[in-house]
């Protein structure tokens, strides 16, 4: 069985920097491309970054040189970096994961999601 457990969030001023993770179990994650997927009050889940089989990796626009996705296949887990942040990163970010090679920044494209952790960003 598929898990996805998100931790790392937290409050931060703007400016600041977390790292979130993301633990998988029930397969292993060199074996699934995985993304990063955020979602605040009222508006739609949007992808943030995601990674592909082999490490390929991509940003959404509004988080590119600021985020930094990585899987370390050692301890069986995905990790967003994130520094510089805006009160604009304010949200709930999952992880997702699916087993395909191409990694993609769409939602349909997941099977498995954690529960997510909450990231606020204070001005």
């Known amino acids: 069985q598929v898990q996805l457990v998100e931790s790392g969030g937290g409050s931060v001023q703007a400016g600041g920097s977390l790292r979130l993770s993301c633990a998988a179990s029930?397969?292993?994650?060199?074996?699934?491309?995985m993304a990063w997927f955020r979602q605040a009050p009222g508006k739609k889940r949007e992808g943030v970054a995601t990674v592909s089989v082999n490490g390929l990796a991509a940003y959404a626009d509004s988080v590119k040189g600021r985020f930094t996705i990585s899987k370390d296949n050692a301890e069986n887990t995905l990790y967003l970096q994130m520094d510089s942040l805006k009160p604009e990163d304010t949200a709930m970010y999952y992880c997702?994961?699916?087993?395909?090679?191409?990694?993609?920044?769409?939602?349909?494209?997941?099977?498995?999601w954690g529960q997510g952790t909450q990231v606020t960003v204070s001005s």
């Open positions: 029930g397969y292993t994650v060199s074996r699934a491309s």
């Open positions: 997702a994961a699916d087993f395909r090679f191409l990694a993609s920044l769409l939602e349909d494209s997941y099977n498995y």
